[in-house]
């Protein structure tokens, strides 16, 4: 679809310039469409301001703009670049589905199904149906969600998203053969996909097995996406089990950052205070117990002694 931004700047070409000059908005166009961060941000910037561009061009620089500003973290940015694009094409495809996430990932559920639900007649790469099944597992339709994530996977076996979702679907299903299969095919598809290492991470805490690979696999994902809070508790715990209070209370305090009110992340920092020589972490997890009164008997079972 981008590839309508080269055909459409190159025509904007000075005539005037010399055929070994490189034409500014022509570059701009690559860079938009290929390149990464703070130069695609900045690329697409300039097709959006320059006149000229057509809009299906323009419109694809705010969606691509969009993307890399929600990488960075710039979320509402992100939301009023893909709004921009939709307001240009009201059914662009990558538009929709990503006002549709950022709708999703904030929990505005419905809002996000509508926008989802318009792009999915169009789109041929199976994210609409990854999406959907997001949709369905956090609502908890174990069975839309499953089903949402293999007609994702009927459209792109490769999609590591996919993967990802369906091996939740799965672990709480209690297929755990199956999620440990989808994690492993999501990873290599994206190795630095952090919720599927995140994911990995804490299936492999829980069954108390591969824990060398839950290691790396927190690590990697704390390194690929360092706001993940399932990452970092899962790193926690790790540490709190290898008998490293230091880093395990670095750890949590960067989930807690994430999510002040986190059950296991305050109990984890409050064990990993405990454990520093600082007696006030009892108060940390006391205050996990207000929220999660069995949040003790988990550690526990995670191999964490609370005592």
């Not at 709004?83 to 929709?96: K, S, T």
């Not at 709480?172 to 994690?183: K, V």
């Not at 991470?201 to 824990?211: A, F, G, I, M």
């Not at 360092?226 to 970092?232: C, G, H, I, S, T």
Request: aromatic share 4%; proline share 3%; net charge negative.
């Amino acid at each position: 679809m981008r590839k309508v931004w080269l055909t459409a700047c190159v025509g904007l070409a000075l005539a005037a310039c010399a055929p070994q000059e490189v034409d500014p908005l022509e570059e701009a166009a690559r860079t938009c469409e290929t390149g990464a961060g703070a130069a695609l941000i900045a690329a697409c910037t300039t097709i959006i301001d320059t006149p000229g561009p057509t809009q299906a061009a323009r419109a694809e620089a705010y969606v691509a703009r969009a993307g890399a500003q929600r990488a960075a973290g710039e979320v509402t940015a992100a939301l009023r670049d893909y709004e921009a694009a939709l307001r240009l094409d009201e059914n662009h495809v990558a538009a929709l589905l990503g006002r549709g996430d950022i709708l999703r990932a904030s929990g505005q559920l419905d809002a996000a199904l509508a926008m989802i639900e318009r792009a999915a007649p169009n789109d041929t790469s199976g994210r609409a149906e990854m999406l959907l099944a997001r949709i369905a597992f956090t609502r908890g339709d174990m069975d839309a969600a499953a089903a949402h994530a293999d007609a994702a996977l009927a459209r792109d076996n490769d999609m590591a998203e996919a993967h990802a979702v369906r091996a939740r679907v799965r672990k709480a299903n209690g297929d755990l053969a199956g999620a440990r299969a989808d994690y492993g095919a999501a990873i290599r598809f994206d190795g630095a996909l952090a919720e599927a290492r995140a994911g990995r991470c804490r299936l492999n805490l829980e069954e108390n097995e591969n824990l060398d690979q839950a290691r790396d696999d927190a690590a990697a994902a704390v390194l690929a996406d360092p706001r993940n809070v399932e990452a970092l508790i899962c790193r926690g715990v790790l540490q709190l089990r290898d008998n490293e209070p230091g880093d395990a209370l670095a750890t949590f305090s960067a989930a807690l950052q994430q999510e002040p009110g986190n059950p296991e992340a305050l109990f984890g920092h409050g064990i990993a205070r405990m454990r520093t020589g600082d007696g006030q972490g009892a108060q940390d997890m006391n205050r996990a117990r207000g929220f999660s009164e069995h949040i003790g008997q988990r550690y526990e079972q995670l191999g964490v002694s609370t005592r």
